[in-house]
């Protein structure tokens, strides 16, 4: 049986969110991400700002310069909670195979339920309207047999747009479309791809496998097997979720250790949040590295106590780290690390350790403030040297 895998995002969520609190703010140019005079990024930038050429991850000033009558807000991370939450309650209502990816998205499998709810867009339109009478904020949907493909085709919709590409129709959708609009091309491999004169996902479709996993090894093979509309993932369940990661292609490749290691910061805070936000605990920590020649590895080191501390998953990928780079001194493209072999909810601190209970302390002191005021209100001293270089392309999964 063709399955029917949605993808549902949210439309413009921070600044939807404040809009539900303030209608003043409705049809307006309105940023989520500070003041004009701080120096922070663009979070969320309304559908109006867009217009003047906002997005997330540009510069606050920039912002401020594009279209001086923005509204810029700081940003209430309980407030996005909160609507996260109810979110996700109406989806669990479709079905049980809900995986949030983030806040304001997830995938939902429906294979089969189709005696049950009627024609799948029916099912589609019925969902739309009950996140826009509860939650008072638009979503957009993507209908197809695969997640990939369910993904595109949810941006595409956007704003409050609703798109089914059907099964067979796979290849011809993605075809015409720019390769930016294919998750996992980053700004690197669309620059690296443009000197083959690859363009739109349809050309990338077509290129030799054996050049694609030159270039990009495995994940070149990925790439273009979605680029085709392959895509056999499964939606996981957000209670069996395994591990957590995040990754990030750096601005150069650099051997630059304290680029990295505050690099390794960043998404280890990342991650750690994650893994608060679930009231769970980690024992494995995992390290990723990819090579200038795409070379990519995996380091991991599994703990006998397991945590959701920051101070102690860094520790671990940095010791990773330096025994990678001790035995292949060669400029790294791509970090990334990960968590597995979760446990939890319940906490298993080690009560007798009072320097992990002040840990533990401090790393819920940042998460309150963080939830005040956004994930970069607060930048650790280890993440500062890569604060200006924080930005569009840290992708993460699960
Ligand atoms: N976000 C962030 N920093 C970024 C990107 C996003 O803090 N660099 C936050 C703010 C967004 C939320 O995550 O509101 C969801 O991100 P999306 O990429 O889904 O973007 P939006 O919901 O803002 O807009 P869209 O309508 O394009 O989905
Ligand atoms: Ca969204």
Do not use: W
């Not at 217009?51 to 000033?61: D, N, S």
């Not at 309650?89 to 339920?113: M, N, Q, V």
């Not at 209670?239 to 910061?265: F, N, P, Y």
């Amino acid at each position: 049986m063709e399955r029917q895998i949605f993808h549902i995002d949210l439309d413009s969520f921070f600044v939807s969110a404040e809009q539900v609190l303030n209608h003043d703010l409705l049809g307006k140019p309105v940023v989520v991400g500070g003041h004009p005079d701080s120096r922070g990024v663009v979070a969320c930038a309304s559908y109006e700002a867009r217009k003047f050429g906002l997005h997330a991850g540009m510069p606050i000033a920039t912002a401020h310069r594009l279209c001086p009558q923005t509204i810029f807000l700081p940003g209430n991370f309980s407030l996005y909670r909160d609507f996260s939450a109810r979110f996700m309650d109406i989806l669990a209502d479709f079905s049980p195979d809900l995986e949030p990816g983030g806040l304001d998205e997830a995938f939902l499998d429906l294979t089969g339920f189709e005696p049950l709810y009627g024609p799948t867009r029916e099912t589609a339109r019925r969902l739309k309207s009950r996140i826009r009478d509860e939650l008072e904020i638009t979503a957009s949907i993507g209908i197809a047999t695969c997640k990939v493909v369910a993904k595109v085709a949810s941006d595409f919709s956007k704003p409050d747009g609703l798109v089914e590409v059907a099964a067979g129709q796979e290849i011809s959708f993605l075809a015409p479309l720019p390769i930016k609009d294919l998750p996992g091309v980053g700004p690197k491999m669309q620059e690296a791809l443009k000197r083959f004169g690859v363009s739109t996902i349809g050309q990338l479709a077509k290129l030799p496998v054996s050049l694609l996993k030159d270039q990009f090894g495995i994940h070149g093979e990925m790439i273009r097997r979605h680029a085709n509309g392959i895509d056999d993932r499964k939606v996981k369940r957000y209670d069996t979720v395994k591990s957590i990661s995040r990754e990030t292609t750096l601005e150069q490749d650099t051997l630059d250790l304290h680029l990295l290691k505050a690099t390794l910061k960043h998404l280890t805070e990342r991650i750690g949040a994650d893994l608060r936000l679930q009231e769970r605990q980690a024992r494995c920590v995992t390290l990723k590295l990819r090579y200038s020649d795409f070379d990519t590895i995996t380091r991991s080191q599994t703990q006998k106590q397991p945590t959701d501390l920051d101070q102690v998953i860094f520790n671990v990928g940095s010791e990773l780290l330096d025994n990678c780079l001790s035995q292949r001194r060669h400029p790294i493209r791509l970090i990334g690390i990960g968590i597995s072999n979760l446990t939890g909810p319940e906490k298993q601190l080690n009560l007798l350790d009072t320097s992990s209970q002040k840990l533990a302390y401090l790393d819920q002191a940042i998460d309150q403030i963080r939830k005040k005021y956004g994930f970069s209100a607060i930048q650790t001293g280890q993440t500062l040297p890569i604060r200006n270089h924080l930005g569009h392309t840290e992708k993460h999964s699960r």
